[in-house]
Nanobody, 123 residues
Framework: VQLQASGGGLVQAGDSLRLSCAFSGRTFNSYVMGWFHQAPGKEREFVAA????????VYADSLKGRFTISRDNAKNTVYLQMNSLKPEDTAVYYCAAKMYDGSTTLNNNYHHWGQGTQVTVSS
């Protein structure tokens, strides 16, 4: 499995960004997809995850209402729409794929990771 994240950049507080993650190598709709972020000096944290069919999503409590995860199984791509960005959202954002059951919020349950895309939000 290969995951290629893109869409990061430098934005101002209040702006929006949409991250994309292109999946290849296996059957995309066999995998739960997730987004995590890692700020400098901090551990990698769960952001959002979406079920194989796209009908269910789960979010970190602190991000609910601002971030939306979605997927297009025809395009083998998962997205993260980020609105009302804050400086504390600054981090490297990683997409990840999980095939087996288990908590969707634990990074150890994901077996495949993209390279990350930097999001920087200035105040």
């Amino acid at each position: 499995v290969q995951l290629q994240a893109s869409g990061g950049g430098l934005v101002q507080a209040g702006d929006s960004l949409r991250l994309s993650c292109a999946f290849s190598g296996r059957t995309f709709n066999s995998y739960v997809m997730g987004w995590f972020h890692q700020a400098p000096g901090k551990e990698r944290e769960f952001v959002a995850a979406i079920s194989r069919g796209g009908g269910r999503a789960v979010y970190a409590d602190s991000l609910k209402g601002r971030f939306t995860i979605s997927r297009d199984n025809a395009k083998n791509t998962v997205y993260l729409q980020m609105n009302s960005l804050k400086p504390e959202d600054t981090a490297v954002y990683y997409c990840a794929a999980k095939m087996y059951d288990g908590s969707t919020t634990l990074n150890n349950n994901y077996h495949h990771w993209g390279q990350g895309t930097q999001v920087t939000v200035s105040s």
